[in-house]
Structure formats: C-alpha cells, structure tokens
C-alpha cells in the first residue's frame, strides 16, 4: 500500500495529533512541511487548515476524519475502540478538545504569547490575564478526567489522548500555562508518562508557532 503523505507543520499541534497516530501504529508515512495557509493545504481543505492527507489517489481534510481513517486502514492497535461506550467516550474527549479546550488554551492563551495582536508585538497581557480562569478551570476538568486511569478513556491509549497531548505540550511552553499544569497532579503526571512515550519523542515539535504561507 502506497504510504500515506501528511500535508501540515512540525509545528502545527493537528498535524502533531496524525504524526502520533502513524508513529503509534507503526505506519510508513511521509510528512511534506508546508507552512499554514499553503496552497497545497488549501488544494484539500476547503477553509486551509492543516493536517491534509493524500493516500494514493485519496485526498481527505480535518484531523479526527483523518485519523479514523488511518486508524481503520492500518492494523492493530487500534486508538479508536470498538466497544460502543468507549468508542463514544472517545469521540466526546475529541470533541469538547477541538470545540472548546484547544480555543482557551492554544487559540486565545497561547496566541496571546506567540501571535499577540499588540502594537509593538509584546504578550498580549490583557487576553492572558482574561483567559486564566477559563484555562484553569478546564485544566482542572482534564485533571479529574485523567485522574482515575492515566487514560481520557478506559485504561487504553486513545485518539482522545493522542488528540490532547499536543496541545498541553504547547501550553506549558508557556509560563502561567507551565504551572497550571504543574497544580493539576493527574495531569501532570499523565503528560509526563504519555510524552515519555516513543511516539512523542520522535515527533517533538520545535519550539515557536507555524510559518504563515507568504501567499495567505
Ligand atoms: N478542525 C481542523 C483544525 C485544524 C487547524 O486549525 N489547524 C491549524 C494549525 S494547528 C491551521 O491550519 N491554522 C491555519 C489558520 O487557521 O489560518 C482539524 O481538526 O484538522
């Protein structure tokens, strides 16, 4: 089978998510470094966001989509369960991840550090200072959920882990970010045995924000 080509960043915490995936699984993959916006990434996302895939003559958009499709496409193991209830917890944790979490953490807390909308280009320290109750309080709702398993889900890894873990690894990188996660023991403990793992040792991102394609 023709090896499947992720279109996206290092950098980029989507692409990071389908990079687990492959490592995890074990599958031969190729990663073609483009900078957001690029038009290879808008020549299969419709609205430009990274990761695409091509595998062979298929082309598909969107991270979770991606990832089921790897998943499926590719043997054992599996990061999306089979039993019913679990299959569901799984797509919840994606879910209120990608809808609500990765917005407080990455798109509004992060930004504010590494693409601040301030005149002179300094941490945006009014978004920081507004979004800290927010990151908190869902830092504290990840905590309670890692709590019982070292898992999102069941006591196996999942998509939902592979999903999250980019994104924490992203926020500790910065400083209120760092010791939210370091007051939140479950999870700390948790982002530390999970980035301890082959997979995310081979795929660390390095450190600053994607380019933006000079064409966007
Ligand atoms: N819903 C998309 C979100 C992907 C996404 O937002 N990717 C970011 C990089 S991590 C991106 O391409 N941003 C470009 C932009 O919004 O301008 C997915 O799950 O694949």
């Known amino acids: 089978m023709t090896a499947p080509e992720i279109i996206g960043s290092i950098r980029s915490t989507y692409t990071h998510a389908i990079r687990l995936v492959c490592e995890e699984k074990g599958i031969d993959y190729t990663l073609t470094e483009r900078p957001l916006r690029a038009p290879e990434v808008y020549a299969i996302h419709p609205f430009g966001k990274m990761p695409v895939l091509r ?30 209830r679990l299959a569901a917890l799984t797509e919840q944790w994606i879910s209120v ?59 196996h890894l999942t998509f939902a882990d592979l999903n999250l873990l980019p994104i924490l690894h992203r926020v500790q990188q910065a400083p209120e970010g760092a010791s939210a996660l370091a007051d939140a023991p479950h999870l700390a403990r948790y982002y530390a045995q999970h980035t301890a793992r082959p997979s995310f040792r ?15």
């Open 202 to 216: 081979r795929t660390m991102p390095p450190a600053g924000p994607p380019r933006r394609s000079s064409t966007s």
């Open 97 to 155: 991840v990608n809808t609500l979490i990765d917005h407080t953490l990455i798109r509004t807390y992060l930004f504010a550090y590494i693409a601040p909308k301030t005149a002179d280009g300094t941490p945006d320290r009014a978004a920081i200072d507004a979004v800290m109750p927010a990151l908190r309080a869902q830092i504290d709702v990840l905590d309670r959920a890692v709590a019982p398993t070292g898992y999102l889900v069941g006591d």
């Open 55 to 84: 595998h062979g003559d298929f082309e598909l958009f969107e991270s979770k989509a991606i990832a089921t499709y790897l998943d499926r496409s590719f043997p054992a193991p599996y990061l999306f369960p089979a039993d019913l």
